[in-house]
């Protein structure tokens, strides 16, 4: 358990410190639209899920945070759940999509949270990770940031996250800048 709650603090300018930005390749990455479900895991105050709304019948935003998740409640349409990634209370194979926007270095167990992902997207589903590249200069700089801040982050380089996956995941590597995506599609039944 971190000693500050870092999320809990900054949830109320959460959305006004890290603008969205243009999502084009998100939804491009995870095929969207969807006409069933899809999952953000460790969604926090819904900034990205609030554009995908459109993209699917239905999105929830699943997060550990309670303050952060209330910022999520603010926007119209999306349904949250007070979670840890590492168990999250749904079904198998419930959710067309899975998204995780930098929030995977954040969780206390990341093969739990890779497991958990892959237990939740339907077959022929998709599940996208975007995380800091830790393999850039700069992402090594924040990592250190945030340790000096107290935050129990733990990055890990892109391949390593493609290594979390059951063997017979469908994995591949996309990046941008300092930005990267794990896009790991199962295989359909
Ligand atoms: C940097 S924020 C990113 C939030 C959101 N994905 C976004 O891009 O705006 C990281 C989020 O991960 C959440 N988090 C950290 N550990 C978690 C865990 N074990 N289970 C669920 N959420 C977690 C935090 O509460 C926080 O909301």
Same mark, same amino acid.
């Given at each position: 358990m971190p000693i500050l709650d870092h999320f809990g603090f900054i949830a109320p300018y959460y959305d006004r410190v890290f603008k969205p930005g243009n999502r084009d390749d998100l939804i491009t990455l995870? $095929?969207?639209?969807?006409?069933?479900?899809?999952?953000? $895991?460790?969604?926090?105050?819904?900034? &990205?899920?609030?554009?995908?709304?459109?993209?699917? !019948? %239905?999105?929830?935003? @699943?997060?550990l945070s309670f303050e952060m998740l209330t910022q999520a409640q603010a926007k119209d349409g999306l349904l949250t759940a007070c979670s840890h990634t590492e168990w999250m209370p749904f079904e198998d194979q419930c959710f067309e999509r899975i998204i995780m926007i930098d929030a995977l270095h954040h969780v206390c167990h990341q093969g739990e949270?890779?497991?958990?992902? /892959?237990?939740?997207?339907?077959?022929?589903?998709?599940?996208?990770?975007?995380?800091?590249?830790?393999?850039? /200069?700069?992402?090594?700089?924040? @990592?250190?940031?945030?340790?000096?801040?107290?935050?129990?982050?733990?990055?890990? !380089?892109?391949?390593?996250? !493609?290594?979390?996956?059951?063997?017979?995941? %469908?994995?591949? &590597?996309?990046?941008?800048?300092?930005?990267? /995506?794990?896009?790991?599609?199962?295989?359909?039944?």
């Open positions: 995870a $095929a969207l639209p969807v006409e069933g479900m899809v999952l953000d $895991a460790g969604g926090g105050t819904g900034r &990205i899920a609030q554009f995908l709304r459109n993209q699917a !019948a %239905q999105v929830v935003v @699943a997060d949270t890779a497991q958990e992902l /892959w237990r939740l997207v339907k077959p022929g589903g998709r599940i996208v990770i975007e995380e800091p590249d830790v393999r850039t /200069w700069g992402v090594k700089l924040l @990592a250190l940031g945030e340790k000096v801040l107290g935050m129990r982050s733990h990055f890990l !380089a892109p391949p390593a996250i !493609a290594g979390l996956f059951d063997e017979s995941a %469908q994995v591949r &590597i996309e990046r941008k800048g300092a930005i990267s /995506w794990v896009i790991v599609e199962k295989p359909g039944e």
